[in-house]
């Protein structure tokens, strides 16, 4: 059976770091496109960072470009998020989905190119 699992959100003042993981079981996230998404209060979900199965493919939003970083790591089957700079409008739950690429493929920030989705975690910027 397919499973995402997202953990490492919480609470953190404006400006500070957290690191996502989204841990997969039941497949392999090699042959996999993965992106994260989120969503505030109020506002639909937004993509905010993808990796693709060709090499070095990776896109984030504009808002967060040199602040977040994305990686993947094959050995636990884990894809991370490193958010550093956190801003208090990027407050919400924090989702990571999958897709199964048959050959190599760039990343899409769409959320209909995504099959597979875990349940969130919360990430709260706040003084």
């Known amino acids: 059976q397919v499973h995402l699992v997202e953990s490492g959100g919480g609470l953190v003042q404006p400006g500070g770091s957290l690191r996502l993981s989204c841990a997969a079981s039941g497949f392999t996230l090699d042959y996999h496109s993965i992106a994260w998404f989120r969503q505030a209060p109020g506002k639909e979900r937004e993509g905010v960072s993808c990796i693709g199965t060709t090499d070095g493919n990776i896109d984030y939003a504009d808002s967060v470009k040199g602040r977040f970083t994305i990686s993947r790591d094959s050995a636990k089957n884990t894809v991370y998020l490193q958010m550093d700079s956190l801003r208090p409008e990027e407050t919400g739950v924090y989702y990571c989905?999958?897709?199964?690429?048959?050959?190599?493929?760039?990343?899409?920030?769409?959320?209909?190119?995504?099959?597979?989705w875990g349940q969130g975690t919360q990430v709260t910027a706040s003084s």
């Open positions: 989905a999958a897709v199964e690429e048959e050959l190599p493929r760039i990343c899409i920030l769409r959320e209909y190119e995504y099959d597979y």
